[in-house]
């Protein structure tokens, strides 16, 4: 493999921020040092410009069926999206079909992403249907599979959830043998019972799926699930947090010690529910579960990534094009649930929060980078800039200024969430352990550079 230098950059871990230059040899981070003498046969110049760490997306949902449609990236164009915006892994979802084995669900999706992936790629499992046989299947997933943590769903009813009891039982299983589960925390039978109340009232806009599912939904069932983890003293991941009462619930669990990991996504950080009152239908294009929520949401999460109460911040990029959002013009309930968003997390992140003093750009690399690899077991090969890590590096200009538009993104979906926003900081060059993935706007790696990642058990964060 050949060897690479990039010189004059700033380069940014969760603790450090220090001018140096970097030296790239078989995949690897091999020096890293001021003034470097060695020559390579190919030399970068960062001058000007931020070096993180690879972006990983623990939270994305490539070619998932879904609601009666499938979610319109597969592992090609989301991967090769996700590289652009200068994220280098994601761990995906494989779905359990009910009825059958954890394996086939995961074998499924080993054949979505083998040959397609760009980018590295990882699996959760979501546990949907959770039994004698199911648990049986934990230990293999952990120690013979590299899948270390499980999803599971208190709702949708009827389709992905499961019940209390079945959440206890995973959670034992899960810890016995070095996993974490996280959790899809709304109340099933609460939003159906509000949906039902909706749909007979003859409430069909897209504004009656966030009506439906207001913050009890989430913030009761958040407060289950970190209590259920509390009876059992399970590590326990909350995933896509959206509001100021699920918060609290995580708040409170820490009066009595107990440590809850806490995912947001870009889009709560970001948009409120104010574009579910946007003409027409255009309010779906963001449905999504759990719903955008109101100003004072966003503050608490960003006061919670501070307060380090909110590790990592994900996308749970669920990408439909509005063809298939239509699927519930006359019925918000039959909305596909998701939005797209995994080319734009690093680049937002930056811009709202770095460029806009709400959190440090350590801060920014923790949530981004080194925190879902160290919660989700790929740290330190990823998640850091460090001697004998994965040379995957991502080369961030400051200084240039782009918009957001749904003809420049590379996301296989014909709007963007982010249409029209001003964005401060550009990614310019990309690295895949240490090949060079994407250069100023191009990609330069195609469908099958992606390596599939066995992860290691979770230890204490
Ligand atoms: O609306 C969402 N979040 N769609 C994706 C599935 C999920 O619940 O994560
Ligand atoms: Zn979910
Ligand atoms: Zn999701």
Redesign the pocket.
């Known amino acids: 493999m050949a060897t690479l230098v990039i010189r004059n950059g700033t380069i940014v871990t969760a603790t450090d921020t220090f001018q140096a230059d970097l030296l790239v040899e078989n995949e690897k981070v091999v020096a890293i040092s001021k003034n470097l003498s060695a020559r390579a046969e190919r030399e970068i110049d960062a001058t000007g410009c931020y070096i993180f760490p690879g972006g990983i997306d623990a939270h994305t949902?490539l070619d998932l069926p879904?609601m009666g449609t499938s979610s319109s990236d597969d592992f090609e164009t989301g991967t090769l999206a996700a590289l652009h915006g200068g994220t280098t892994t994601i761990i995906d979802f494989a779905f359990q079909t009910v009825g059958k084995s954890l394996k086939e669900g995961l074998y499924e999706w080993h054949k979505k992403a083998e040959g397609k992936a760009a980018a590295d790629y990882a699996f959760h499992v979501a546990v949907v249907d959770f039994n004698e046989k199911t648990r049986q299947e934990i230990k293999d997933l952990i120690e013979k599979e590299g899948v270390t943590s499980f999803k599971t769903?208190m709702a949708y009813k009827g389709a992905l959830m499961i019940d209390d009891r079945q959440m206890i039982g995973l959670m034992n299983e899960v810890k016995k043998w070095g996993g974490i589960v996280t959790v899809?925390a709304e109340n099933g039978d609460l939003a159906d019972s509000l949906i039902q109340i909706n749909r007979e009232r003859g409430n069909k806009a897209p504004r009656f799926h966030a009506l439906s599912r207001p913050e009890i939904v989430e913030s009761e069932a958040t407060g289950r699930a970190i209590d259920i983890a509390f009876a059992g003293q399970h590590p326990v991941y909350i995933?896509?947090m959206t509001c100021e009462g699920a918060l609290n619930r995580v708040k409170e669990a820490t009066k009595r010690n107990q440590r809850v990991l806490v995912e947001t996504c870009i889009q709560y950080l970001l948009l409120d529910d104010s574009v579910y009152e946007r003409p027409g239908f255009e309010g779906a294009k963001w449905v999504?579960?759990p719903p955008l929520r109101k100003p004072k949401d966003q503050e608490a999460l960003w006061n919670g990534l501070e307060q380090g109460l909110v590790h990592v911040v994900a996308t749970?990029h669920?990408p439909f094009c509005m063809k298939q959002k239509e699927m519930g013009k006359d019925d918000f309930s039959k909305i596909p649930?998701?939005a797209p968003g995994i080319e734009n997390r690093m680049e937002l992140l930056y811009s709202e929060g770095v460029e806009k003093g709400r959190i440090s750009i350590n801060k920014f690399v923790e949530v981004n980078c080194s925190n879902p690899a160290k919660i989700f077991g790929l740290y330190p090969q990823k998640g850091t800039i460090a001697v004998g890590s994965d040379a995957d590096l991502v080369i961030l200009d400051p200084r240039v200024e782009h918009t957001l538009t749904r003809e420049t993104q590379h996301m296989n979906c014909d709007y963007s969430s982010y249409e029209g926003w001003r964005v401060k900081g550009k990614v310019k060059t990309v690295l895949l352990r240490g090949t060079v993935a994407i250069e100023n706007g191009k990609a330069l790696v195609g469908k099958g550079f992606g390596k599939y990642l066995k992860r290691k058990k979770f230890e204490h964060f």
């Open positions: 949902h879904f769903f899809h995933v896509h999504m579960s749970d669920c649930n998701g």
